[in-house]
């Protein structure tokens, strides 16, 4: 099992330009996470998939944020246009289940926007 | 919806010295209660879980504890290692079922 894949690792852009952050979970995993980390507000969740299906995008901060999967071994996370308070590390999890399953976290994609 | 508090936000210990990380939460539905560590340039791990219905559990040198009245859980390490150094996270599934709220984090430094 090669666990939550993210690519790329690192991202460095100018202001203004498109990033896309794609995430491949854990086969057999119907749930999928977007995450942001930052030093001031931590691990927000941004938004939520199960079977491929949109549940919770409550976290997504602006609309210039958007969030894909068409399939069940594929995501992305889109940022249009991104701005410099956008540097964060994101991170993709997946898990199988409901309540109470573990959530297997990928190693996160470092997005630095000047 | 949840908030989780988890204090402190650095720890300092020697090496072969106990650690303790505690946790509270808002949500008296929340039924379960994971704690995550975090190393350099990787995602969270999951380490340890606990659910609602048990008082605590023991993993080699890890174990949590949950008191549901109170609404605070806590992370025990015992004879730290400097390989324990590390970010750890606590987090609850509030109502919603399917959505973990993390605490703020702790950095723990076990000194050699």
């Known amino acids: 099992d090669a666990g939550v894949i993210q690519s790329p690792r690192h991202e460095v852009t100018e202001m203004g330009q498109e990033v896309t952050l794609r995430c491949k979970p854990i086969s057999g995993h119907d749930y999928l996470f977007w995450y942001r980390q930052t030093m001031m507000r931590g691990l927000e969740l941004l938004i939520y998939?199960?079977?491929?299906?949109?549940?919770?995008d409550s976290g997504m901060p602006e609309d210039r944020f958007s969030a894909k999967m068409p399939n069940a071994s594929f995501s992305t996370l889109k940022i249009q246009p991104s701005e410099p308070r956008d540097s964060a590390v994101y991170f993709c999890?997946?898990?199988?289940?409901?309540?109470?399953?573990?959530?297997?976290f990928g190693n996160g994609t470092r997005l630095t926007v000047t | 919806g949840e908030n989780v508090e988890q204090h402190p936000s650095t720890l300092s210990v020697q090496e072969g010295d106990s650690a303790v990380i505690k946790c509270t939460y808002s949500?008296?539905?929340?039924?379960?209660f994971p704690w995550y560590k975090q190393e350099l340039g990787k995602g969270p791990q999951l380490i340890i879980d606990?659910?609602?219905?048990?008082g605590e559990k023991k993993d080699q040198r890890i174990a949590v504890t949950l008191n549901k009245t109170a609404k605070h859980f806590s992370l025990h390490i015992t004879e730290t290692q400097p390989e324990d150094s590390a970010v750890y996270f606590c987090?609850?599934?509030?109502?919603?079922?399917?959505?973990?709220?993390f605490g703020g984090g702790t950095r723990l430094m076990v000194k050699p």
């Open positions: 606990i659910r609602s219905n048990v």
């Open positions: 998939f199960n079977n491929n299906v949109p549940i919770d």
């Open positions: 949500d008296s539905a929340s039924n379960y």
């Open positions: 987090a609850a599934v509030g109502m919603a079922g399917n959505m973990l709220t």
């Open positions: 999890a997946s898990s199988k289940g409901r309540t109470g399953s573990p959530l297997h």
